[in-house]
């Protein structure tokens, strides 16, 4: 079955930027939405963004331009980049999909960032 | 964007018993909402979508209603597994956005 691994640093310093990856196995990256959401310990989900398999992307507005999303369909992975982080960006990232449904059907089991000096 | 109040924030009972949980929107979102089931150091998993419809292999004891801006998920008799945090998310409009969570506990 289709399954989805984050990977990337653990840790990131202030002003820096975090880069993710999301692998998809199992199933085509084509033809689907991929987003990426994020979980600050202890608190509630915010999505950051999704792109459509042929790279055409919509970012959260709140996250002020910081955001660019990528997709690779040739190694079937998408990415997310999220420059001059703060503490306040210290969460858990998901990468999930959006399926048939319209909806977040499958999803990644997170990887945590740690913003630090 | 659409904020998405999710009450109560901890709902404590024992197996067996029924679970109602509440989402409210601060504006019509029409059935375009979804609930999702979270277990810690999981990621969310997909229970209800457009309000009423269960997802795949999702169990007949979870049931979701409401339209508009007023929406409730039931567990109509709690097992086990079902003891974890429940978030309700839009897709009406971008930024899609999630409830903060009901915890449902072991009394």
């Known amino acids: 079955q289709v399954q989805l691994q984050e990977s990337g640093p653990g840790l990131v310093k202030p002003s820096e930027t975090l880069s993710l990856t999301c692998t998809v196995s199992g199933g085509s990256i084509s033809y689907y939405y991929w987003s990426w959401i994020r979980q600050p310990p202890g608190k509630g989900l915010e999505t950051i963004g999704y792109?459509?398999?042929?790279?055409?992307?919509n970012y959260n507005p709140s996250l002020g331009g910081r955001v660019t999303m990528s997709v690779d369909t040739s190694k079937n992975q998408f990415s997310l980049k999220l420059t001059s982080v703060t503490a306040a960006d210290t969460a858990v990232f998901y990468c999930a999909r959006r399926g048939q449904l319209m909806y977040l059907d499958l999803w990644g089991r997170g990887t945590l960032v740690t913003v630090s000096s | 964007e659409i904020v998405l109040t999710q009450s109560p924030a901890t709902l404590s009972l024992s197996p067996g018993e029924r679970a109602t949980l509440s989402c409210r929107a601060s504006q019509s979102v029409g059935t375009y909402l979804a609930w999702y089931k979270q277990k810690a150091g999981q990621g969310p998993r997909l229970l209800i979508y457009?309000?009423?419809n269960r997802a795949a292999d999702i169990p007949a004891r979870f049931s979701g209603s409401g339209s508009g801006a007023d929406f409730t998920l039931t567990i109509s008799s709690l097992e086990p597994e079902d003891f974890a945090v429940y978030y309700c998310?839009?897709?009406?409009?971008?930024?899609?956005?999630f409830g903060q969570g009901t915890k449902v506990e072991i009394k």
């Open positions: 792109i459509y398999s042929t790279g055409s992307a």
């Open positions: 457009d309000a009423s």
């Open positions: 998310q839009h897709r009406s409009s971008w930024p899609w956005t």
